[in-house]
């Protein structure tokens, strides 16, 4: 967007506390298999940001990378400070499309490989969720992929972020995105009209927390909403 905001700032409308978490059952290997080559029918949450629109949107695609741990968890990036767009933002490794890129998944896997270091041969993809547009001029696609922990990976994966464009990897817990209890509904005003966006704030330890919000939150919030179809 063009102009600054806090969204720990905005205001606080509520929490889904009265939706359902997904059942741990549904993003097994098998079970996410299967979901991908046999979707139900459903309908995101949001698929358009109402944010300053721009006339001429570019095409771009992130990974969701599901790691396929003991307890199954999401990796997201912190975006370093100085980048022009959604600098000190939360986000999916991913970026826009290049002409030479065939497929959103050709994009979506040499992004998580320039920005994070991820082999694209580790990563087994599943399928697409439906595109998101944001109000900074990108339609995105969210390419959902599995990735297998190595032996010596048992708490974090071996990455080589990119240090001009990310500041850190992390790991969520798939369990915490895909119970609506974290999802928060916030808002504010801006030229006179009232902007909401889903937030999830995530905390680790005490002195830590990740403000996933924005069009991360809204993708895992599509997310929570195709696996709990």
Request: charged residues 20%; negative net charge; aromatic residues 10%.
């Amino acid at each position: 967007m063009s102009f600054t905001i806090d969204p720990r700032l905005a205001d606080l409308l509520g929490l889904d506390d009265h939706l359902p978490p997904v059942d741990p059952s549904r993003w097994s290997r098998e079970a996410l298999l299967a979901r991908f080559e046999r979707p139900p029918i459903w309908r995101p949450d949001v698929a358009v940001e109402r944010w300053v629109q721009v006339t001429q949107p570019v095409a771009a695609a992130v990974l969701v990378p599901l790691v396929m741990r003991d307890e199954a968890s999401v990796l997201l990036t912190l975006r370093t400070g100085h980048l022009r767009k959604h600098a000190g933002q939360i986000s999916f490794p991913g970026g826009r499309s290049e002409p030479s890129d065939s497929t959103p998944v050709f994009t979506a896997l040499r992004e998580a490989h320039e920005e994070v270091g991820l082999a694209p041969e580790r990563v087994h993809v599943l399928g697409a969720l439906p595109t998101y547009t944001t109000g900074t001029g990108f339609i995105v696609t969210p390419v959902v992929g599995l990735i297998e922990p190595a032996a010596h990976e048992h708490t974090a994966l071996q990455l080589q972020p990119d240090p001009g464009e990310v500041a850190e990897a992390f790991e969520v817990p798939l369990r915490f995105l895909m119970d609506p209890r974290h999802h928060q509904r916030r808002a504010f005003d801006f030229a006179g009209t009232q902007l909401s966006f889903f937030s999830m704030p995530w905390q680790p330890v005490p002195e830590k927390e990740y403000f996933i919000w924005g069009a991360t939150a809204a993708m895992l919030r599509n997310l929570y909403r195709f696996l709990s179809a």
